[in-house]
């Protein structure tokens, strides 16, 4: 997909952007101060981008043919309205580029892929520090979704109820 007049493409990636999806996960990851979780490898990112059943879809965003962003998504499915939407897993545009509408045209991407799909919905995750951001999906038409709160288990509390 190319934006119209727009001095940036965005295309699907392909196995030779590995290292390029992997460059820009640690970005993110350094500018949530998450650096120190960020240990996913190319291989790891081969197998779940392009590996037999991939779980992991990329769009990377090109200045000059250079990447300089990238949305990763997957399928979520809604219960309540019993079709699968997307969830944005990641979302993130080098400083340098921003201002330039590759966030916008992340979005328009995914969401003209969910209305076409038939998909229902768009979902993803902010920092509650991340200010910029926040305003920024207000201005998608975004809402926030307070009055869920977010839970996990990982490492050693994932583990233990395993065993």
Do not use: C
């Not at 090109?62 to 499915?77: D, I, K, P, S, T």
């Not at 969830?87 to 080098?94: A, G, R």
């Amino acid at each position: 997909m190319t934006e119209a007049a727009a001095p940036f493409t965005l295309r699907d990636a392909t196995p030779a952007d590995l290292a390029e999806v992997v460059r820009l996960v640690r970005e993110l990851a350094d500018y949530e101060k998450l650096l120190h979780e960020a240990v996913a490898t190319e291989e790891d990112f081969r197998a779940l981008l392009f590996g037999e059943k991939p779980f992991l879809h990329a769009v990377l965003a090109e200045v000059g043919g250079r990447v300089v962003g990238q949305a990763l998504w997957f399928n979520n499915v809604s219960t309540f309205t019993g079709r699968p939407g997307i969830y944005l897993e990641d979302i993130f545009v080098e400083p340098a580029h921003r201002g330039l509408g590759i966030g916008r045209a992340f979005f328009r991407f995914l969401a003209r892929r969910a209305v076409a799909e038939g998909w229902t919905r768009l979902d993803w995750q902010v920092l509650d520090w991340n200010e910029p951001s926040i305003a920024f999906y207000r201005g998608l038409g975004a809402r926030g979704m307070d009055e869920w709160t977010g839970q996990r288990l990982s490492g050693e509390a994932l583990r233990q109820l395993a065993a």
